[in-house]
């Protein structure tokens, strides 16, 4: 009886081609094989990592497997393909559970995973490239963040998360302002969103530094020196908000400075001078002028309060002729501050 009996050759593989696991084997069963079978595997679309005369080769890259089989008893040659498919990644959904950060500039935002479908126990989790340990990140801020998911196959699924500002309020108060000594001063603040509503406020004077108001709408008081009030807010979410006005005491408003004088009179207003009073440190220089702006006085770095060092209705040892002159000056206040006035002058004779 002649033997024309064909190998029987049946594939498959030792697991799924997915994602990282790229090292299968491609397992053959040669039924009733002897020692003395051939086997020899190729492929056109497919890689071996391993000899192909073999029964069982490893591949890592998908296509299609060729394995032939020779009975040298017989002459009789089988052979069997085999098309091996990379499977798709199995993280088909992820949810999130997004927040942003509360107020401007905040970082308590956070990105929570509460559900992975399809991946493959254990997964680890990156923010950025950084390997996070809980499926919740916390203590963010405002901006761009990559999450990426790796399951035990090195499948992954990353995704770009933005978190949005925090909201933005703000407390505003008046621009910084001049005021007369003695003055009452009120100040109203304003919220920037119009509806703001706050929890509390506190308004805090400097000098001082100590709370002179709480939770109180506008602040009403009369400022003995310069001064630099605070307000500071807070709403129902913890967002804080802050601004700052400083009131300055105009010094020169309480100041009297004379307007008509008579030379050759031999009277206290015989000669052109600034008095000395409260607050007048120096005056850095006066200069008058006539009707047609010709300098006819000029003294610099003068005291107030001495007649001698004043103008006495002489230019260049001569009279000048009665009528209204402009002076220019620069005094300097005790506080350090300058102000530069400039008023009329009446010479009468």
Same mark, same amino acid.
């Given at each position: 009886?002649? /033997?024309? +009996?064909?190998?029987?050759?049946?594939?498959?593989?030792?697991?799924?081609?997915?994602?990282?696991?790229?090292?299968?084997?491609?397992?053959?069963?040669?039924?009733?094989?002897?020692?003395?079978?051939?086997?020899?595997?190729?492929?056109?679309? &497919?890689?071996?990592?391993?000899?192909?005369?073999?029964?069982?080769?490893? $591949?890592?890259?998908?296509?299609?497997?060729? +394995?032939?089989?020779?009975?040298?008893?017989?002459?009789?040659?089988?052979?069997?393909?085999?098309?091996?498919?990379?499977?798709?990644?199995?993280?088909?959904?992820?949810?999130?559970?997004?927040?942003?950060?509360?107020?401007?500039?905040? /970082?308590?935002?956070?990105?929570?995973?509460?559900?992975?479908?399809?991946?493959?126990?254990?997964?680890?989790?990156? $923010?950025? &490239?950084?390997?996070?340990?809980?499926?919740?990140?916390?203590? %963010?801020?405002?901006?761009?963040?990559? +999450?990426?998911?790796?399951?035990? %196959?090195?499948? $992954?699924?990353?995704? +770009?998360?933005?978190?949005?500002?925090?909201?933005?309020?703000?407390?505003?108060?008046?621009?910084?302002?001049?005021?007369?000594?003695?003055?009452?001063?009120?100040?109203?603040?304003?919220?920037?969103?119009?509806?703001?509503?706050?929890?509390?406020?506190?308004?805090?004077?400097?000098? &001082?530094?100590?709370?002179?108001?709480?939770?109180?709408?506008? *602040?009403?008081?009369?400022?003995?020196? /310069?001064?630099?009030?605070?307000?500071?807010?807070?709403?129902?979410?913890?967002?804080?908000?802050?601004?700052?006005?400083?009131?300055?005491?105009?010094?020169? $408003?309480? %100041?009297?400075?004379?307007?008509?004088?008579?030379?050759?009179?031999?009277?206290?207003?015989?000669?052109? *001078?600034?008095?000395?009073?409260? =607050?007048?440190?120096?005056?850095?220089?006066?200069?008058? *002028?006539?009707?047609?702006?010709?300098?006819?006085?000029?003294?610099?770095?003068?005291?107030? =309060?001495?007649?001698?060092?004043?103008?006495?209705?002489?230019?260049?040892?001569?009279?000048?002729?009665? &009528?209204?002159?402009? *002076?220019?000056?620069?005094?300097?206040?005790?506080? =350090?501050?300058?102000?530069?006035?400039?008023?009329?002058?009446?010479?009468?004779?």
């Amino acid at each position: 009886m002649v /033997d024309t +009996l064909l190998p029987v050759i049946d594939l498959t593989q030792s697991k799924p081609l997915i994602c990282q696991q790229r090292q299968i084997e491609i397992i053959a069963n040669v039924q009733s094989a002897g020692s003395d079978f051939s086997y020899e595997w190729n492929t056109l679309n &497919g890689n071996f990592t391993s000899n192909t005369n073999t029964l069982s080769p490893s $591949v890592n890259s998908p296509g299609s497997y060729q +394995l032939i089989v020779v009975n040298p008893a017989n002459g009789c040659v089988s052979n069997r393909a085999y098309d091996l498919v990379e499977e798709p990644n199995p993280i088909k959904k992820v949810e999130l559970l997004v927040s942003d950060p509360v107020c401007l500039g905040d /970082d308590n935002g956070h990105v929570e995973i509460s559900a992975v479908e399809g991946a493959f126990s254990p997964i680890s989790l990156t $923010v950025n &490239g950084m390997d996070v340990q809980s499926p919740r990140v916390e203590n %963010l801020s405002s901006g761009d963040y990559l +999450l990426g998911i790796t399951d035990s %196959l090195g499948c $992954v699924w990353d995704s +770009l998360i933005t978190l949005k500002e925090g909201r933005d309020v703000k407390i505003v108060l008046p621009p910084d302002t001049m005021v007369t000594p003695g003055d009452e001063v009120l100040i109203i603040y304003s919220s920037v969103p119009a509806n703001q509503n706050w929890l509390n406020t506190e308004w805090i004077q400097v000098p &001082g530094g100590g709370i002179v108001c709480n939770d109180c709408p506008e *602040y009403r008081f009369v400022p003995e020196e /310069d001064v630099s009030l605070v307000v500071l807010a807070k709403d129902s979410l913890g967002c804080l908000a802050s601004d700052t006005i400083f009131i300055q005491l105009n010094d020169a $408003v309480a %100041l009297s400075f004379p307007n008509v004088f008579q030379p050759g009179s031999n009277g206290v207003n015989a000669t052109f *001078y600034i008095p000395e009073q409260a =607050g007048l440190a120096l005056i850095e220089f006066l200069r008058i *002028y006539d009707n047609w702006g010709n300098l006819v006085f000029s003294k610099e770095n003068m005291t107030p =309060g001495i007649a001698e060092e004043g103008w006495n209705g002489l230019l260049n040892g001569c009279p000048l002729q009665p &009528g209204v002159y402009v *002076y220019q000056m620069r005094i300097r206040l005790n506080t =350090g501050n300058t102000i530069l006035i400039t008023k009329d002058l009446t010479l009468v004779r």
